[in-house]
């Protein structure tokens, strides 16, 4: 799994319940990661690995997203 998608994973899973993955999008396209279009690919990519159900985290999702908060908190 690249860098990118793993922040964007990341993100999702700590965004606030009133925010939209659209508004993480924005978000982490103001930081420079990556462009809007870049991140909306890199979502394509977690949906087809099954992380992303509609605009939820699916159980394999979650589980990732944990994975990967434990690596970046090394």
Known sequence: ????QKVLLLG???KERDESINEVLLKLEE???F???E?????????D???LQDSKLTLSGLE???EIEKEFKL
Request: proline share 0%; glycine share 10%; charged share 30%.
């Open 1 to 4: 799994m690249k860098i990118e």
């Open 12 to 14: 999702i899973f700590t």
């Open 31 to 33: 930081t420079g990661m």
């Open 35 to 37: 462009t809007l279009k």
């Open 39 to 47: 991140a909306k690919k890199l979502l394509k990519g977690l949906r």
């Open 49 to 51: 690995f099954g992380y």
């Open 64 to 66: 990732k997203a944990k």
